[in-house]
């Protein structure tokens, strides 16, 4: 439970669980971190806690540097509670620690946590002396909640990102060039497009204030600490954030005796003739946060589904509703599937793809088995539309 120094007189101090495989939702089969950082100055702050369950963790490693009852300002980014689980406990160790937060965020944790405690609420532009040091403080509402906010320590160039630039990784290791770029670099497109998404414009806003920054060191909530990849993850958010997508198409699909994974073949026939890039993702062995990282960048989204009860299969109508919550945008959208007798679940995949805004492309739809010659037809009207949307 040793803590680490990031900067002098900066620590982590946060917690590593190894077990998480679900958060809201979203799989996260390399496990977390919950990022809590300790500044030791004439003030002693904490910036940010961890999630309940993990409190103890967090205590043994800030016991290993200071006494708990000598900090003095808590610094809390954000509300959720994987990022203040354990402020109660941590309060009961130093119950005359002004809390600094946000006035989101004061109002989030008093209705989470009923304490009498000492609140500080602060906007953009302002600044808390620790002593040598300066947290300058910067709202960026909306990445992910309304109280965020990130925490910047001019003297040592590092900015504590809260969610933005975050990645679900357990390991030991702290900084990025200490692990497998290729990995976390795919853990931060699957963080962005599983919780960040929706708020891209806000992350715009929020990236041009980075920008201004001189930064060494980004700090974010969960995952490894950015040292030397820093402009590589800022291009990426950029890219991300403007909804720069690539001449790539997903085939999203469930079936049930295999017609319509006939008709998702002889698209991915179409889309490889046209040197399109293809990636085919059977909902049955394929987890929707994952998809949704190959989301991140397609130009084409084509969902099919078998009719079943006058419905779609249930899970492509939990990708839907997941595909629509995290809304991205100017996608190109194609519905497909086959059919007994009701032939319903067509028009209500392409109802769900409308609603997200997307372009569409002329549904596909089969009844039963699908001859050569009715496959042959679809390609051959799906050719002619994708030359058409050239």
């Known amino acids: 439970m040793l803590p680490i120094e990031i900067k002098k007189d900066v620590y982590w101090v946060g917690a590593i669980d ?11 089969q390399r496990g977390s971190t919950y990022n809590s950082y300790l500044i030791v100055d004439e003030k002693i702050t904490l910036v940010d806690n961890v ?13 290993k540097i200071i006494d708990l009852s000598k900090i003095d300002y808590i610094v809390q980014n954000h ?40 609140y500080r609420e602060v906007k953009s532009g302002e600044t808390l002396n620790l002593g040598k040091r300066n947290l300058h403080f910067v709202q960026t509402p909306m990445v992910h909640w309304p109280d965020n906010m990130v925490s910047y320590l001019a003297e040592e160039k590092l ?35 599983n919780i960040v998404l929706p708020y891209s414009r806000q992350v ?25 990849n820093i402009p590589q993850i800022l291009a990426k958010y950029q890219e991300w954030s403007s909804n720069q997508i690539e001449n790539k198409a997903l085939i999203i699909y469930d079936t049930m005796w295999k017609s319509t994974e006939k008709i ?25 946060s994952d998809v949704m990282t190959d989301v991140l960048n397609a130009k084409y989204i084509c969902v099919g589904s078998p009719t079943l009860n006058n419905n779609i299969l249930p899970t ?25 007798w009701g032939g319903q679940s ?21 009844q039963y088995i699908p001859k050569i010659e009715n496959l042959q037809t679809v390609k051959d009207g799906l050719m002619k539309e994708i030359e058409e949307k050239k």
């Open 346 to 366: 067509i028009g209500i995949v392409e109802n769900n793809l409308q609603d997200c805004g997307f372009e569409m492309l002329e549904n596909i739809k089969l």
């Open 159 to 193: 900015l504590f990102s809260n969610d933005a630039f975050g990645q679900h990784i357990a390991s030991t290791e702290r900084f990025d060039d200490d692990f497998p770029t290729d990995i976390t670099m795919l853990e931060a497109a699957k963080y962005y497009a």
């Open 204 to 228: 715009q806003k929020a990236l041009e204030v980075v920008g201004t920054l001189d930064i060494e060191i980004v700090a974010p909530s969960h995952g490894l600490i950015w040292r030397k």
């Open 18 to 28: 190894w077990d998480l495989r679900n958060f809201h939702g979203y799989l996260t």
């Open 316 to 340: 492509v109508a939990a990708f839907l509703t997941y595909l629509k919550g995290l809304a991205p945008k100017n996608r190109i959208g194609l519905a497909f599937g086959s059919y007994g």
């Open 264 to 288: 998702a073949v002889a698209i991915q026939d179409v889309f490889a003739e046209k040197n399109i890039k293809t990636k085919m993702c059977n909902l049955q062995t394929n987890h929707i």
């Open 79 to 118: 509300v959720e509670m994987d990022h203040s689980g354990s402020l109660s406990k941590i309060m009961k160790h130093c119950p005359n620690a002004e809390i600094i937060a946000s006035p989101q965020g004061v109002n989030g944790l008093k209705k989470h946590y009923f304490g009498d405690w000492k």
């Open 51 to 63: 999630k309940k369950a993990f409190a103890e963790e967090q205590m043994e490693r800030i016991s």
